[in-house]
């Protein structure tokens, strides 16, 4: 038996290695059940200030388009025939009340102008002699030297010698006008918004020249639906945004209502906005919010709100821990937003956002 021990003893470390290599799984497996027991690494809580959502009267209103208009707008005729000499404004120039636009070749006219007045002066210098016959023809029929007829006659000619030097007069006044619509003037200051002639082409009297628009006040015009017209108060707060500035809201107050619903269902509304620094142009496309009235709406801080792809968030308090919530805001009331949909009365939002704050993070 002794011989063999040799034998046997070489396959020892071949078995011991084999169970080891066999253990490892199982040890592997032990160690992960371990970490699982223990669960992941504890965050230590995070100290916020809360505050309470509260109601907030919120103003309602009434999401509408609209257009924007010059407070005034002219498409400037003519007025008289002729060529253009002289054209002095460009598209989107300021001008003066009474600036001169343009200038009309109006040759013509002032011949007519000058044979105009001395129509006028034969006119008074034949009523002149008229006068002077009617006096001494009254003296002749005094004393019986003339027929009835010819009294008659020469006493006509006084009374129409004053109704053709009106006549001629008239006529005067017309060619003068037509003199001095030759010079084109702004009838209001604002910003020339069209061109529609150039020099050297000929106009007629109804020929447009310019558009002109009053730009520092502007009108904004938009449909109101027929069920909602009582709604439509003279000095409603209108608020409104366009797409040249998508992050600013303007403000005017509703001056005029029509008095009639047109053929569309609606009635046409027009609130004046002012507009010093002359950002808003005339035929901007608006998108406006109209005030009907009033609703309590839960509301939170401006300073517990945060932006996140691209819509308004807050951190609610619930359960110990912080909870993201997006907001279906209405606009701010001083320095609250009104909250339509995202968080309730009662409900603990985070008083002042910090970035360093995340969703599921524990508070105390």
Do not use: W
């Not at 636009?101 to 002066?121: H, P």
């Amino acid at each position: 038996m002794s011989p063999s021990l040799p034998h046997q003893s070489r396959f020892v470390p071949l078995i011991a290695g084999a169970l080891l290599v066999a253990a490892l799984p199982f040890v592997a497996a032990c160690n992960k059940a371990t970490a699982t027991e223990q669960g992941p690494p504890k965050v230590a809580p995070v100290e916020v200030t809360t505050e309470a959502v509260s109601p907030v009267d919120t103003p309602r209103s009434l999401r509408l388009t609209g257009t924007l208009r010059g407070a005034r707008e002219t498409d400037l005729a003519a007025n008289v025939a002729g060529r253009v000499l002289t054209l002095g404004v460009e598209r989107g120039q300021t001008i003066a009340k009474n600036a001169l636009i343009a200038q009309v070749d109006v040759r013509a006219a002032a011949l007519q102008l000058a044979e105009a007045k001395l129509a006028v002066q034969n006119s008074k210098l034949q009523e002149t002699i008229n006068q002077a016959d009617c006096a001494r023809y009254e003296q002749l029929k005094a004393g019986g030297a003339v027929t009835d007829l010819e009294y008659d006659q020469v006493t006509a000619k006084c009374k129409t010698a004053p109704l053709n030097r009106e006549a001629a007069e008239a006529r005067q006044s017309i060619a003068a006008k037509n003199v001095g619509d030759g010079a084109i003037r702004a009838p209001f200051a604002g910003v020339v918004t069209e061109r529609f002639v150039e020099v050297g082409e000929y106009v007629q009297a109804s020929s447009r020249v310019v558009a002109i628009a009053e730009v520092n006040e502007l009108k904004l015009e938009f449909s109101l639906p027929e069920q909602n017209f009582p709604s439509a108060k003279l000095g409603a707060a209108v608020s409104f945004h366009v797409a040249a500035y998508p992050s600013d809201r303007f403000e005017g107050k509703v001056a005029r209502v029509s008095g009639a619903v047109r053929e569309t269902r609606d009635v046409l509304v027009e609130a004046l906005v002012q507009n010093p620094d002359r950002k808003l142009l005339p035929g901007m496309f608006a998108e406006v919010e109209l005030a009907i009235g009033s609703e309590a709406l839960p509301s939170v801080p401006k300073s517990a709100t945060f932006e996140s792809n691209g819509k308004l968030n807050v951190l609610v308090v619930k359960d110990g821990l912080l909870e993201q919530r997006v907001l279906q805001a209405a606009p701010a009331v001083g320095d609250r937003i009104p909250v339509r949909r995202g968080v309730g009365v009662g409900e603990n939002v985070v008083k002042n956002y910090a970035p360093a704050l995340k969703n599921g993070q524990p508070v105390k």
